[in-house]
């Protein structure tokens, strides 16, 4: 029986730190990185875990906020935090952590945590993952996203219900949603590939749209389209989608 982990730090050699220690571990087998609490709730959206090792601060979406996220996941990993601060075990309970690391943790600690992650049965354990119940992949997340407002400093968690549409800006999409306008690295194709799933269709190259808030579509000039959405925007179509997105509207 061996475990899959996510382990998240915003410092770079406390996270080399901290992968270096579980993967010397015979019960892990695969630590995959990620340098911030946005950058973890995506890999967390696309894959399941068995364990989530976890810094508590990091800017943006801190490790507490993060683990208070998974409540909402259908079959959330374990998570262990690790932290220089001692003023976070509280909280740390509170969402039901599995364990406490004060940095620099030692192999014996980590190993600790392993076993207790191991022997858990439930959350992420190894005795999950052959349960009949346990989740499909494309299920992992209940509809939440990790978005980032303008400035870049603040990451906000938003129902990907409330989603219009997703404009493509270079490295970075620009997303437009009931709560707001927020940005997110990444490429429209990436999301078109993760959301597809989710009613959200790519009707341009410069734009994916939620088709579950599109209340009208209409012919433009050149055989291209309007497609208006429920909030009052209208959103271009390309030539060569028209006919697919009509299928689609249909079904």
Request: glycine share 8%; proline share 5%.
């Amino acid at each position: 029986m061996t475990l899959s982990v996510l382990a998240v730090d915003d410092e770079r050699p406390a996270l080399e730190d901290l992968a270096r220690l579980l993967r010397s571990s015979p019960a892990i087998a695969e630590v995959v990185c990620a340098r911030s609490g946005a950058e973890a709730l995506r890999r967390l959206a696309e894959r399941q875990f068995d364990a989530l090792f976890l810094d508590v601060r990091m800017p943006g979406l801190g490790g507490l906020e993060l683990a208070g996220v998974l409540d909402r996941f259908a079959n959330p990993p374990a998570v262990v935090f690790v932290t220089a601060y001692e003023d976070g075990a509280v909280g740390a309970f509170e969402v039901h952590a599995v364990d406490f690391l004060m940095k620099p943790v030692s192999r014996r600690r980590i190993e600790e945590s392993i076993t207790r992650v191991a022997e858990l049965g439930g959350r992420g354990a190894p005795g999950a993952a052959a349960s009949p119940e346990r989740a499909p992949e494309h299920q992992v997340s209940e509809e939440i996203v990790a978005v980032e407002r303008a400035n870049g400093h603040t990451t906000r968690i938003v129902p990907r219900a409330s989603i219009l549409y997703v404009q493509a800006r270079g490295d970075y999409v620009r997303i437009v949603s009931d709560e707001g306008r927020f940005i997110q690295r990444g490429t429209l194709a990436d999301l078109e590939r993760r959301w597809s799933a989710h009613g959200f269709h790519r009707v341009h190259r410069a734009y994916l749209v939620n088709l579950r808030r599109a209340v009208e579509m209409r012919p433009d000039l050149g055989g291209t389209a309007i497609l208006a959405l429920s909030d009052g925007s209208e959103i271009p179509v390309a030539r060569r989608q028209v006919g697919e997105l009509l299928h689609r509207l249909r079904m």
